[in-house]
């Protein structure tokens, strides 16, 4: 039966903390997840899995580092392969024609969440 509520979303931060321009990691929150990552562009929040296409690597330089030094792309650390802020699609590097797996956001009560199984590894069911 318990298979037929829907988990809570998972609450990332309040929605003031990712100011316009910047990006935030987030820690994976058990075995079997990855970290997740959110980028505020435009008003606009996007999220993604953090692992490249490539190796599956985390991205950031440093702590909460995913952005070019312009802001206008996600880089990754590793290959400096080069994503589009929008829908995450690699338009430099070594993982030309795959993009980073977005993740849905949604704003409630002022704070920024994601789908409970968000970053769940596919093998991990």
């Known amino acids: 039966m318990d298979a037929l509520i829907p988990a809570p979303p998972r609450v ?3 929605a003031a903390a990712l100011a316009e321009g910047t990006a935030r990691g987030f820690p994976a929150t058990a075995p079997g997840f990855a970290g997740l990552f959110l980028v505020r562009k435009n008003g606009r929040v996007f999220g993604y899995v953090n692992a ?3 190796l599956g690597v985390s991205l950031e330089w440093t702590q909460d580092r995913f952005l070019s ?3 206008t792309t996600i880089v990754c650390a590793m290959h400096a392969a080069v994503f ?3 829908d ?3 338009l430099a590097g070594p993982c030309a024609e795959a993009a980073l797996t977005p993740v849905a956001v949604t704003e409630a009560a002022g704070m920024l969440c994601v ?3 968000a970053g769940r590894h596919p093998a991990t069911g």
């Open 52 to 54: 490249c296409p490539h």
């Open 69 to 71: 030094a312009d802001g």
């Open 84 to 86: 589009r802020i929008a």
């Open 88 to 90: 995450g699609a690699c």
């Open 115 to 117: 789908p409970a199984d």
């Open 12 to 14: 990332l931060c309040p």
